[in-house]
């Protein structure tokens, strides 16, 4: 590589890391606390955990759990039913209308015998605001677009970060920190070293984080799409007067979809479910497609399914960068992976910062001939002309 062409990459290193670094320190800050966010809310009080119980063989019935929720909130309507996957529980999210994008309320019931649990908290609490700060700075979805945009600077600054690696450390031993030169040099090697170790779990997580910005464009065009074209037979029908129970449209769909489990359903009037259909998504029963959903659209007066398909690529996508992205797929060992990493992440952004800093203070000559080891690789005549 010529001085040059090194030159040009550290140039785009540099900027692209300041223009996002900001933006990725108060990410990084945020997640670090959302990879224990299950029991974060456990500790301050923000969720429990069902009780135990002996065995007890026979199954809830759900509609017993929907028209409690209903008593409680006589005039809302049940938006969606869903699954706690890692717990005996049933959530039960309401709005003031069907199609209403922020709930009302959320209750918690045990799965096992239908007894009510809690009533969680709506948009309040410690977590729920570093969610919000983390997915989309207070801001809606304004905001979490523009993060899928610095997340993409970020990427690129990751790439051009191991560009810049390669030739620069190349006379020197791997890992090693140069602990006898200034403590400007001992930033830089920590810097590299943190950098080119966590690089691929970086790389992983920005690029998922990239993807999880997508969450509602992408549910919007599944819904105008793939929904649409699902209900399409009947988008002129009311909703039924008397809906069918949901346990009858639960019986349909694991009959349809024999060999995976019930993660929620979607209620009629919702977004997801057309004003005359529950709809009923499954999922996988392994770890590996427990993120997969296929969608069973029941009649809600019949009982009956009228159609079911795959999720498209692009929300398969999505669901599978969501777990990858917040390491919560392996249980707390994995979530302390996770966060250790994330630590070592904000100890590169900000030493980053930190060297930029320093840097300023400094002629290009003299932050070559200090910074890049000696023998390096770097097609150059002369420093001089290594500094224009």
Request: hydrophobic share 45%.
């Amino acid at each position: 590589m010529t001085i040059n062409s090194f030159k040009r990459w550290y140039w785009f290193h540099k900027w692209t890391s300041l223009v996002c670094t900001i933006f990725l320190l108060l990410l990084c800050l945020t997640g670090l606390p959302l990879v224990f966010s299950d029991e974060l809310r456990l500790w301050l009080g923000e969720a429990v955990e069902p009780p135990e119980h002996t065995e007890i063989t026979t199954p809830v019935v759900l509609d017993a759990l929907i028209k409690d929720a209903q008593s409680r909130r006589p005039n809302d309507y049940v938006k969606l039913l869903v699954r706690d996957d890692d717990g005996p529980a049933w959530f039960v999210f309401m709005g003031n209308t069907p199609t209403a994008q922020d709930n009302s309320a959320t209750f918690m019931f045990d799965s096992r015998t239908g007894e009510f649990l809690y009533s969680l908290p709506q948009n309040e609490g410690i977590v729920n605001f570093l969610f919000r700060l983390h997915v989309d700075l207070l801001a809606g979805l304004p905001g979490t677009l523009f993060l899928g945009v610095m997340g993409l600077v970020f990427v690129a600054s990751v790439v051009s970060g191991v560009v810049v690696y390669g030739p620069f450390m190349r006379k020197l031993p791997f890992g090693v920190v140069r602990n006898d030169r200034s403590p400007r040099l001992r930033w830089l090697d920590l810097h590299n070293l943190l950098g080119i170790v966590t690089v691929l779990w970086v790389l992983v997580v920005g690029i998922t984080g990239v993807v999880n910005t997508l969450d509602r464009p992408l549910l919007g065009y599944w819904q105008m799409t793939e929904i649409g074209a699902m209900i399409t037979a009947w988008k002129d029908k009311p909703r039924p007067p008397v809906l069918r129970p949901v346990d009858d449209a639960v019986r349909a769909a694991e009959s349809a979809a024999s060999d995976m489990l019930v993660r929620f359903i979607a209620f009629p009037g919702t977004p997801f479910a057309g004003s005359h259909h529950y709809m009923v998504f499954m999922r996988g029963k392994t770890p590996l497609t427990a993120r997969l959903l296929k969608p069973v659209l029941v009649d809600a007066e019949t009982g009956k399914v009228s159609d079911s398909r795959d999720l498209p690529w692009y929300l398969t996508t999505l669901l599978v960068s969501q777990p990858l992205h917040f390491g919560d797929y392996g249980g707390l060992p994995l979530k302390i992976v996770w966060a250790a990493l994330d630590a070592i992440t904000i100890v590169v952004l900000w030493s980053g910062l930190h060297l930029w800093w320093k840097k300023r203070e400094m002629l290009p000559e003299q932050w070559l001939a200090e910074t890049v080891p000696q023998g390096t690789a770097l097609e150059t005549p002369t420093l001089e002309g290594a500094s224009r």
